[in-house]
């Protein structure tokens, strides 16, 4: 919220306001299963708390609910005050098929009673769904034991707390994952959804800089290389990835958090600031979308967050993967696989992602003309599904008349 426009509430009309999730400020809330437990348990009185007080005290008075569907415990709140609720699943829809079917999954065998696969094996949960290997579970892929039990736990509680809302929206657009929506009954697609222009916020502050230096780059010349907000990496990687980059000879854009390495500092390789000074450029966080809406821009190389994997869809970018937790495998999946927009990183037998990788991948992919292509094309259906007429849009309109309505 520090780092919104002041002026933004009043220009949007949009208001903001935090709760406490029951933790105390010197608690850890990188200890998953704890801050779990606390935002079930303490987050739901705040929440009908602050809706009472605003109902009370205010002529506007709230009268829908949108909640990220993995915060289902905001159904029970909605229900006891009488608000319809819709929630909003943020990530593929192929990922909510497979949460959907995890009791399906318990009862075949596939899974033990918490979440862990009885055996390694790939799964289809229809002839026509992408396969997923159990390796790759979402509740697998992130901390240790506890925090995949924890995780796998908070996920079943929060499905059948989900059950009871009044309507599922998804940023999705139907051509995308068309073999994942009957398996998702009743869900809406309204995606693609980009703030362009409107009020956004981030964990940092973005070098806005960063668009001028684009400016002066040649066209699809530029690598953007950009790793969400949690990926950390050790510095024996952290170097080969800056290697990587210098060697690879295209001018790029390096998104380096203060907390990317392992440590306090980002210590790059001996002379490599000096060396890729005439084209390289790294900044703490960058405007994201309106980088790789930029006419420079070549190729992305990304964790494979959905949000990033949605944004560079929709800029026609290619993708270099390279996924860090939970979905992005899966997501990974999605962009080599099946809609073939891009080629993964291969890690050695040590774990590591080279140098050699990385120059390989990306000079690949900038001669690929087939998934430049389908890049186009993907962008195309992505664009119209948000357009007039298109199936995005109108389920967002009829959500909308819904909401009037009820």
């Known amino acids: 919220m520090a780092s919104l ?3 933004g509430n009043k220009e949007n009309q949009i208001h903001l306001v935090s709760i406490p999730d029951g933790m105390e400020p010197g608690d850890d809330r990188n200890h998953f299963p704890e801050l779990c437990d606390s935002m079930c348990s303490k987050m739901p009185g705040y929440l009908e708390e602050l809706i009472g007080d605003i109902n009370e ?8 609910i949108i909640a990220d569907e993995n915060m289902g415990w905001v159904v029970p709140v909605a229900r006891k005050m009488g608000i319809p609720v819709a929630l909003f699943w943020p990530a593929s829809v192929g990922l909510r098929a497979l949460i959907l079917h995890i009791p399906h999954l318990i009862g075949s065998g596939i899974l033990d009673s918490d979440g862990v696969p009885i055996k390694k094996q790939i799964l289809r949960l229809s002839p026509t769904m ?4 159990t390796n790759h579970l979402v509740w697998s892929c992130i901390g240790d034991k506890d925090s995949q039990q924890s995780m796998f736990r908070y996920i079943n509680s929060n499905n059948e707390a989900s059950k009871d809302a009044d309507w599922w929206l998804c940023n999705s657009f139907h051509e995308l994952e068309a073999p994942a929506y009957p398996l998702n009954p009743d869900l809406l697609s309204v995606g693609p959804l980009l703030a362009r222009s409107q009020l956004t916020g981030n964990f940092w502050t973005e070098d806005i800089t960063c668009l001028n230096w684009l400016d002066r780059q040649p066209a699809k010349s530029v690598v953007y290389v950009a790793f969400g907000s949690f990926t950390v990496f050790d ?10 980059l210098e060697n690879t000879g ?38 994201q979308q309106k980088v790789l809406d930029h006419p420079s821009i070549a190729c992305f190389v990304t964790h494979c967050g959905w949000n990033s994997t949605i944004e560079g869809i929709t800029a026609g970018v290619p993708f270099i993967c390279w996924p860090y937790f939970a979905d992005q495998f899966l997501n990974q999946s999605y962009i080599c696989d099946v809609w073939q927009v891009g080629l993964q990183l291969n890690k050695n037998d040590k774990g590591i992602v080279t140098e050699g990788e990385i120059k390989d991948k990306v000079n690949a992919l900038l001669a690929d003309e087939t998934i430049r292509v389908k890049t186009l094309n993907l962008r195309e259906i992505a664009n119209n599904s948000v357009s007039e007429g298109g199936a995005s849009m109108k389920n967002f309109n009829d959500f909308v008349e819904s909401v009037k309505g009820k």
């Open 250 to 287: 295209q001018p790029f854009l390096w998104v380096v958090r203060p907390d990317l390495t392992e440590g306090s500092t980002n210590d790059y390789p001996h002379g490599f600031q000096e060396r890729v000074a005439s084209k390289g450029r790294m900044v703490g966080w960058a405007p």
């Open 130 to 133: 992408i396969p997923m290997t």
């Open 235 to 244: 510095k024996q990687q952290f170097h080969e990835v800056a290697v990587g």
């Open 57 to 64: 005290s205010n002529d506007c008075k709230i009268t829908c």
């Open 5 to 7: 426009p002041k002026n």
